[in-house]
């Protein structure tokens, strides 16, 4: 499988523990995006990496959360001391250099958090 | 308010019929913007681009109108696995990162 792709599909966690994401973008893009998207929502941007350099974070990234992409293949997102209003689709995007370039996004199945 | 809106639906047709689907951008410098589609519990993919010229893919028809700053999608003759939500997306300035809007939900009924 070439595509993007994300661990674990699902993660059922209790308030206040912490929880790790990976992503493994396809092997030659040097972009890679982290999205979250709750019920009825679209995606909405969380942060994104230019190889190993985190170039942009939202607003919405609280420092409870973290990304790393620390060889510039695959990335880690982490929550810590997760809240219920954390409970979402995090999905990961790769695209080929920049947007300017290639256009389209490539999304990996997405990693389904429920914090109880 | 929302950089990208849509009207969330859903927009319930029959097989056949044309539908069609607008959404409003705030941000004028904002480049490029493209429909996604995405299906139920699926991650979503890049259906078509919009251009100010129009763009046509078989069935679908998507335009840009940068002097009102809305987007439209038109799929004629609907399918039954036109079933999904549309997501209407802009390019940031700088060509950084995608802002979907809310997505529509299409429902095609036999």
């Known amino acids: 499988d070439t595509g993007v792709s994300q661990n674990p599909r699902h993660k059922i966690t209790k308030r206040g523990q912490n929880v790790t994401f990976r992503c493994d973008p396809i092997?030659?893009?040097?972009?890679l995006y982290w999205y979250r998207q709750t019920l009825g929502q679209g995606p909405e941007f969380l942060t994104y990496?230019?190889?190993?350099?985190?170039?942009?974070k939202s607003r919405l990234l609280s420092d409870r959360f973290s990304a790393e992409r620390p060889k510039g293949s695959f990335s880690t997102l982490e929550i810590q001391r997760t809240e219920q209003g954390d409970s979402a689709m995090y999905l990961c995007?790769?695209?080929?250099?920049?947007?300017?370039?290639?256009?389209?996004?490539?999304f990996g199945s997405g990693t389904q958090l429920s914090v109880l | 308010r929302k950089e990208v809106e849509q009207d969330p639906g859903p927009f319930n047709v029959p097989e056949g019929a044309t539908v069609a689907f607008n959404c409003t951008y705030s941000?004028?410098?904002?480049?490029?913007f493209f429909w996604y589609r995405q299906d139920c519990r699926k991650e979503p993919k890049l259906l078509m681009s919009v251009y100010s010229s129009g763009n046509e893919d078989g069935r679908f028809t998507a335009q840009l109108n940068r002097a009102s700053q809305y987007i439209s999608l038109l799929i004629r003759d609907s399918k039954l696995s036109d079933s999904a939500t549309y997501l209407c997306?802009?390019?940031?300035?700088?060509?950084?990162?995608?802002?979907f809007g809310t997505g529509t939900r299409l429902l095609v009924s036999p």
């Open positions: 941000n004028s410098a904002s480049q490029s």
């Open positions: 995007a790769s695209s080929l250099e920049g947007l300017i370039r290639s256009e389209k996004l490539f």
């Open positions: 092997s030659e893009h040097n972009r």
């Open positions: 990496f230019q190889n190993e350099a985190q170039l942009e």
């Open positions: 997306v802009g390019m940031n300035t700088g060509f950084q990162k995608l802002v």
